[in-house]
């Protein structure tokens, strides 16, 4: 596993409570600064949490010298979110040779309140950094 979280995950407060090749788990203790203005928790934050969680979830499944990139991120959010904790369960459909597919439930507290797909680029790291 990974041991240091990306920048922004860690500026919005994200932990890593798991990720290994059964799932990735993600939560956030949720704080004032992640509602909106109806006193839900911000849509933006709900879709970041489950973006992310895909390449926790691909992370034990890359090759030496790959990456990966989200591609395209569907969400369905199913009920407005409150709570204390958003946490974030990701899991691996499918890894192929150039992408890979996973799903993510995204809850508050223990209610489902959004279901992810992701498709994600598999990257060689040299063709990205220049």
Known sequence: MQSEIFSFLEFIG????KSDKD??????DLERHHYQHLDFVHG?????????????????YLKEGETAMTQELSISYLRPAQGKILRCVGKLVKRGRRSAFVTAEVFCDTKLVAFATSHLALLEKKDYVS
């Open 14 to 17: 994200t932990t890593i409570v």
């Open 23 to 28: 799932e990735a788990v993600l939560a956030i």
């Open 44 to 60: 933006g934050v709900i879709s970041t949490i489950a973006d992310n969680t895909g390449w926790f979830v691909i992370q034990p």
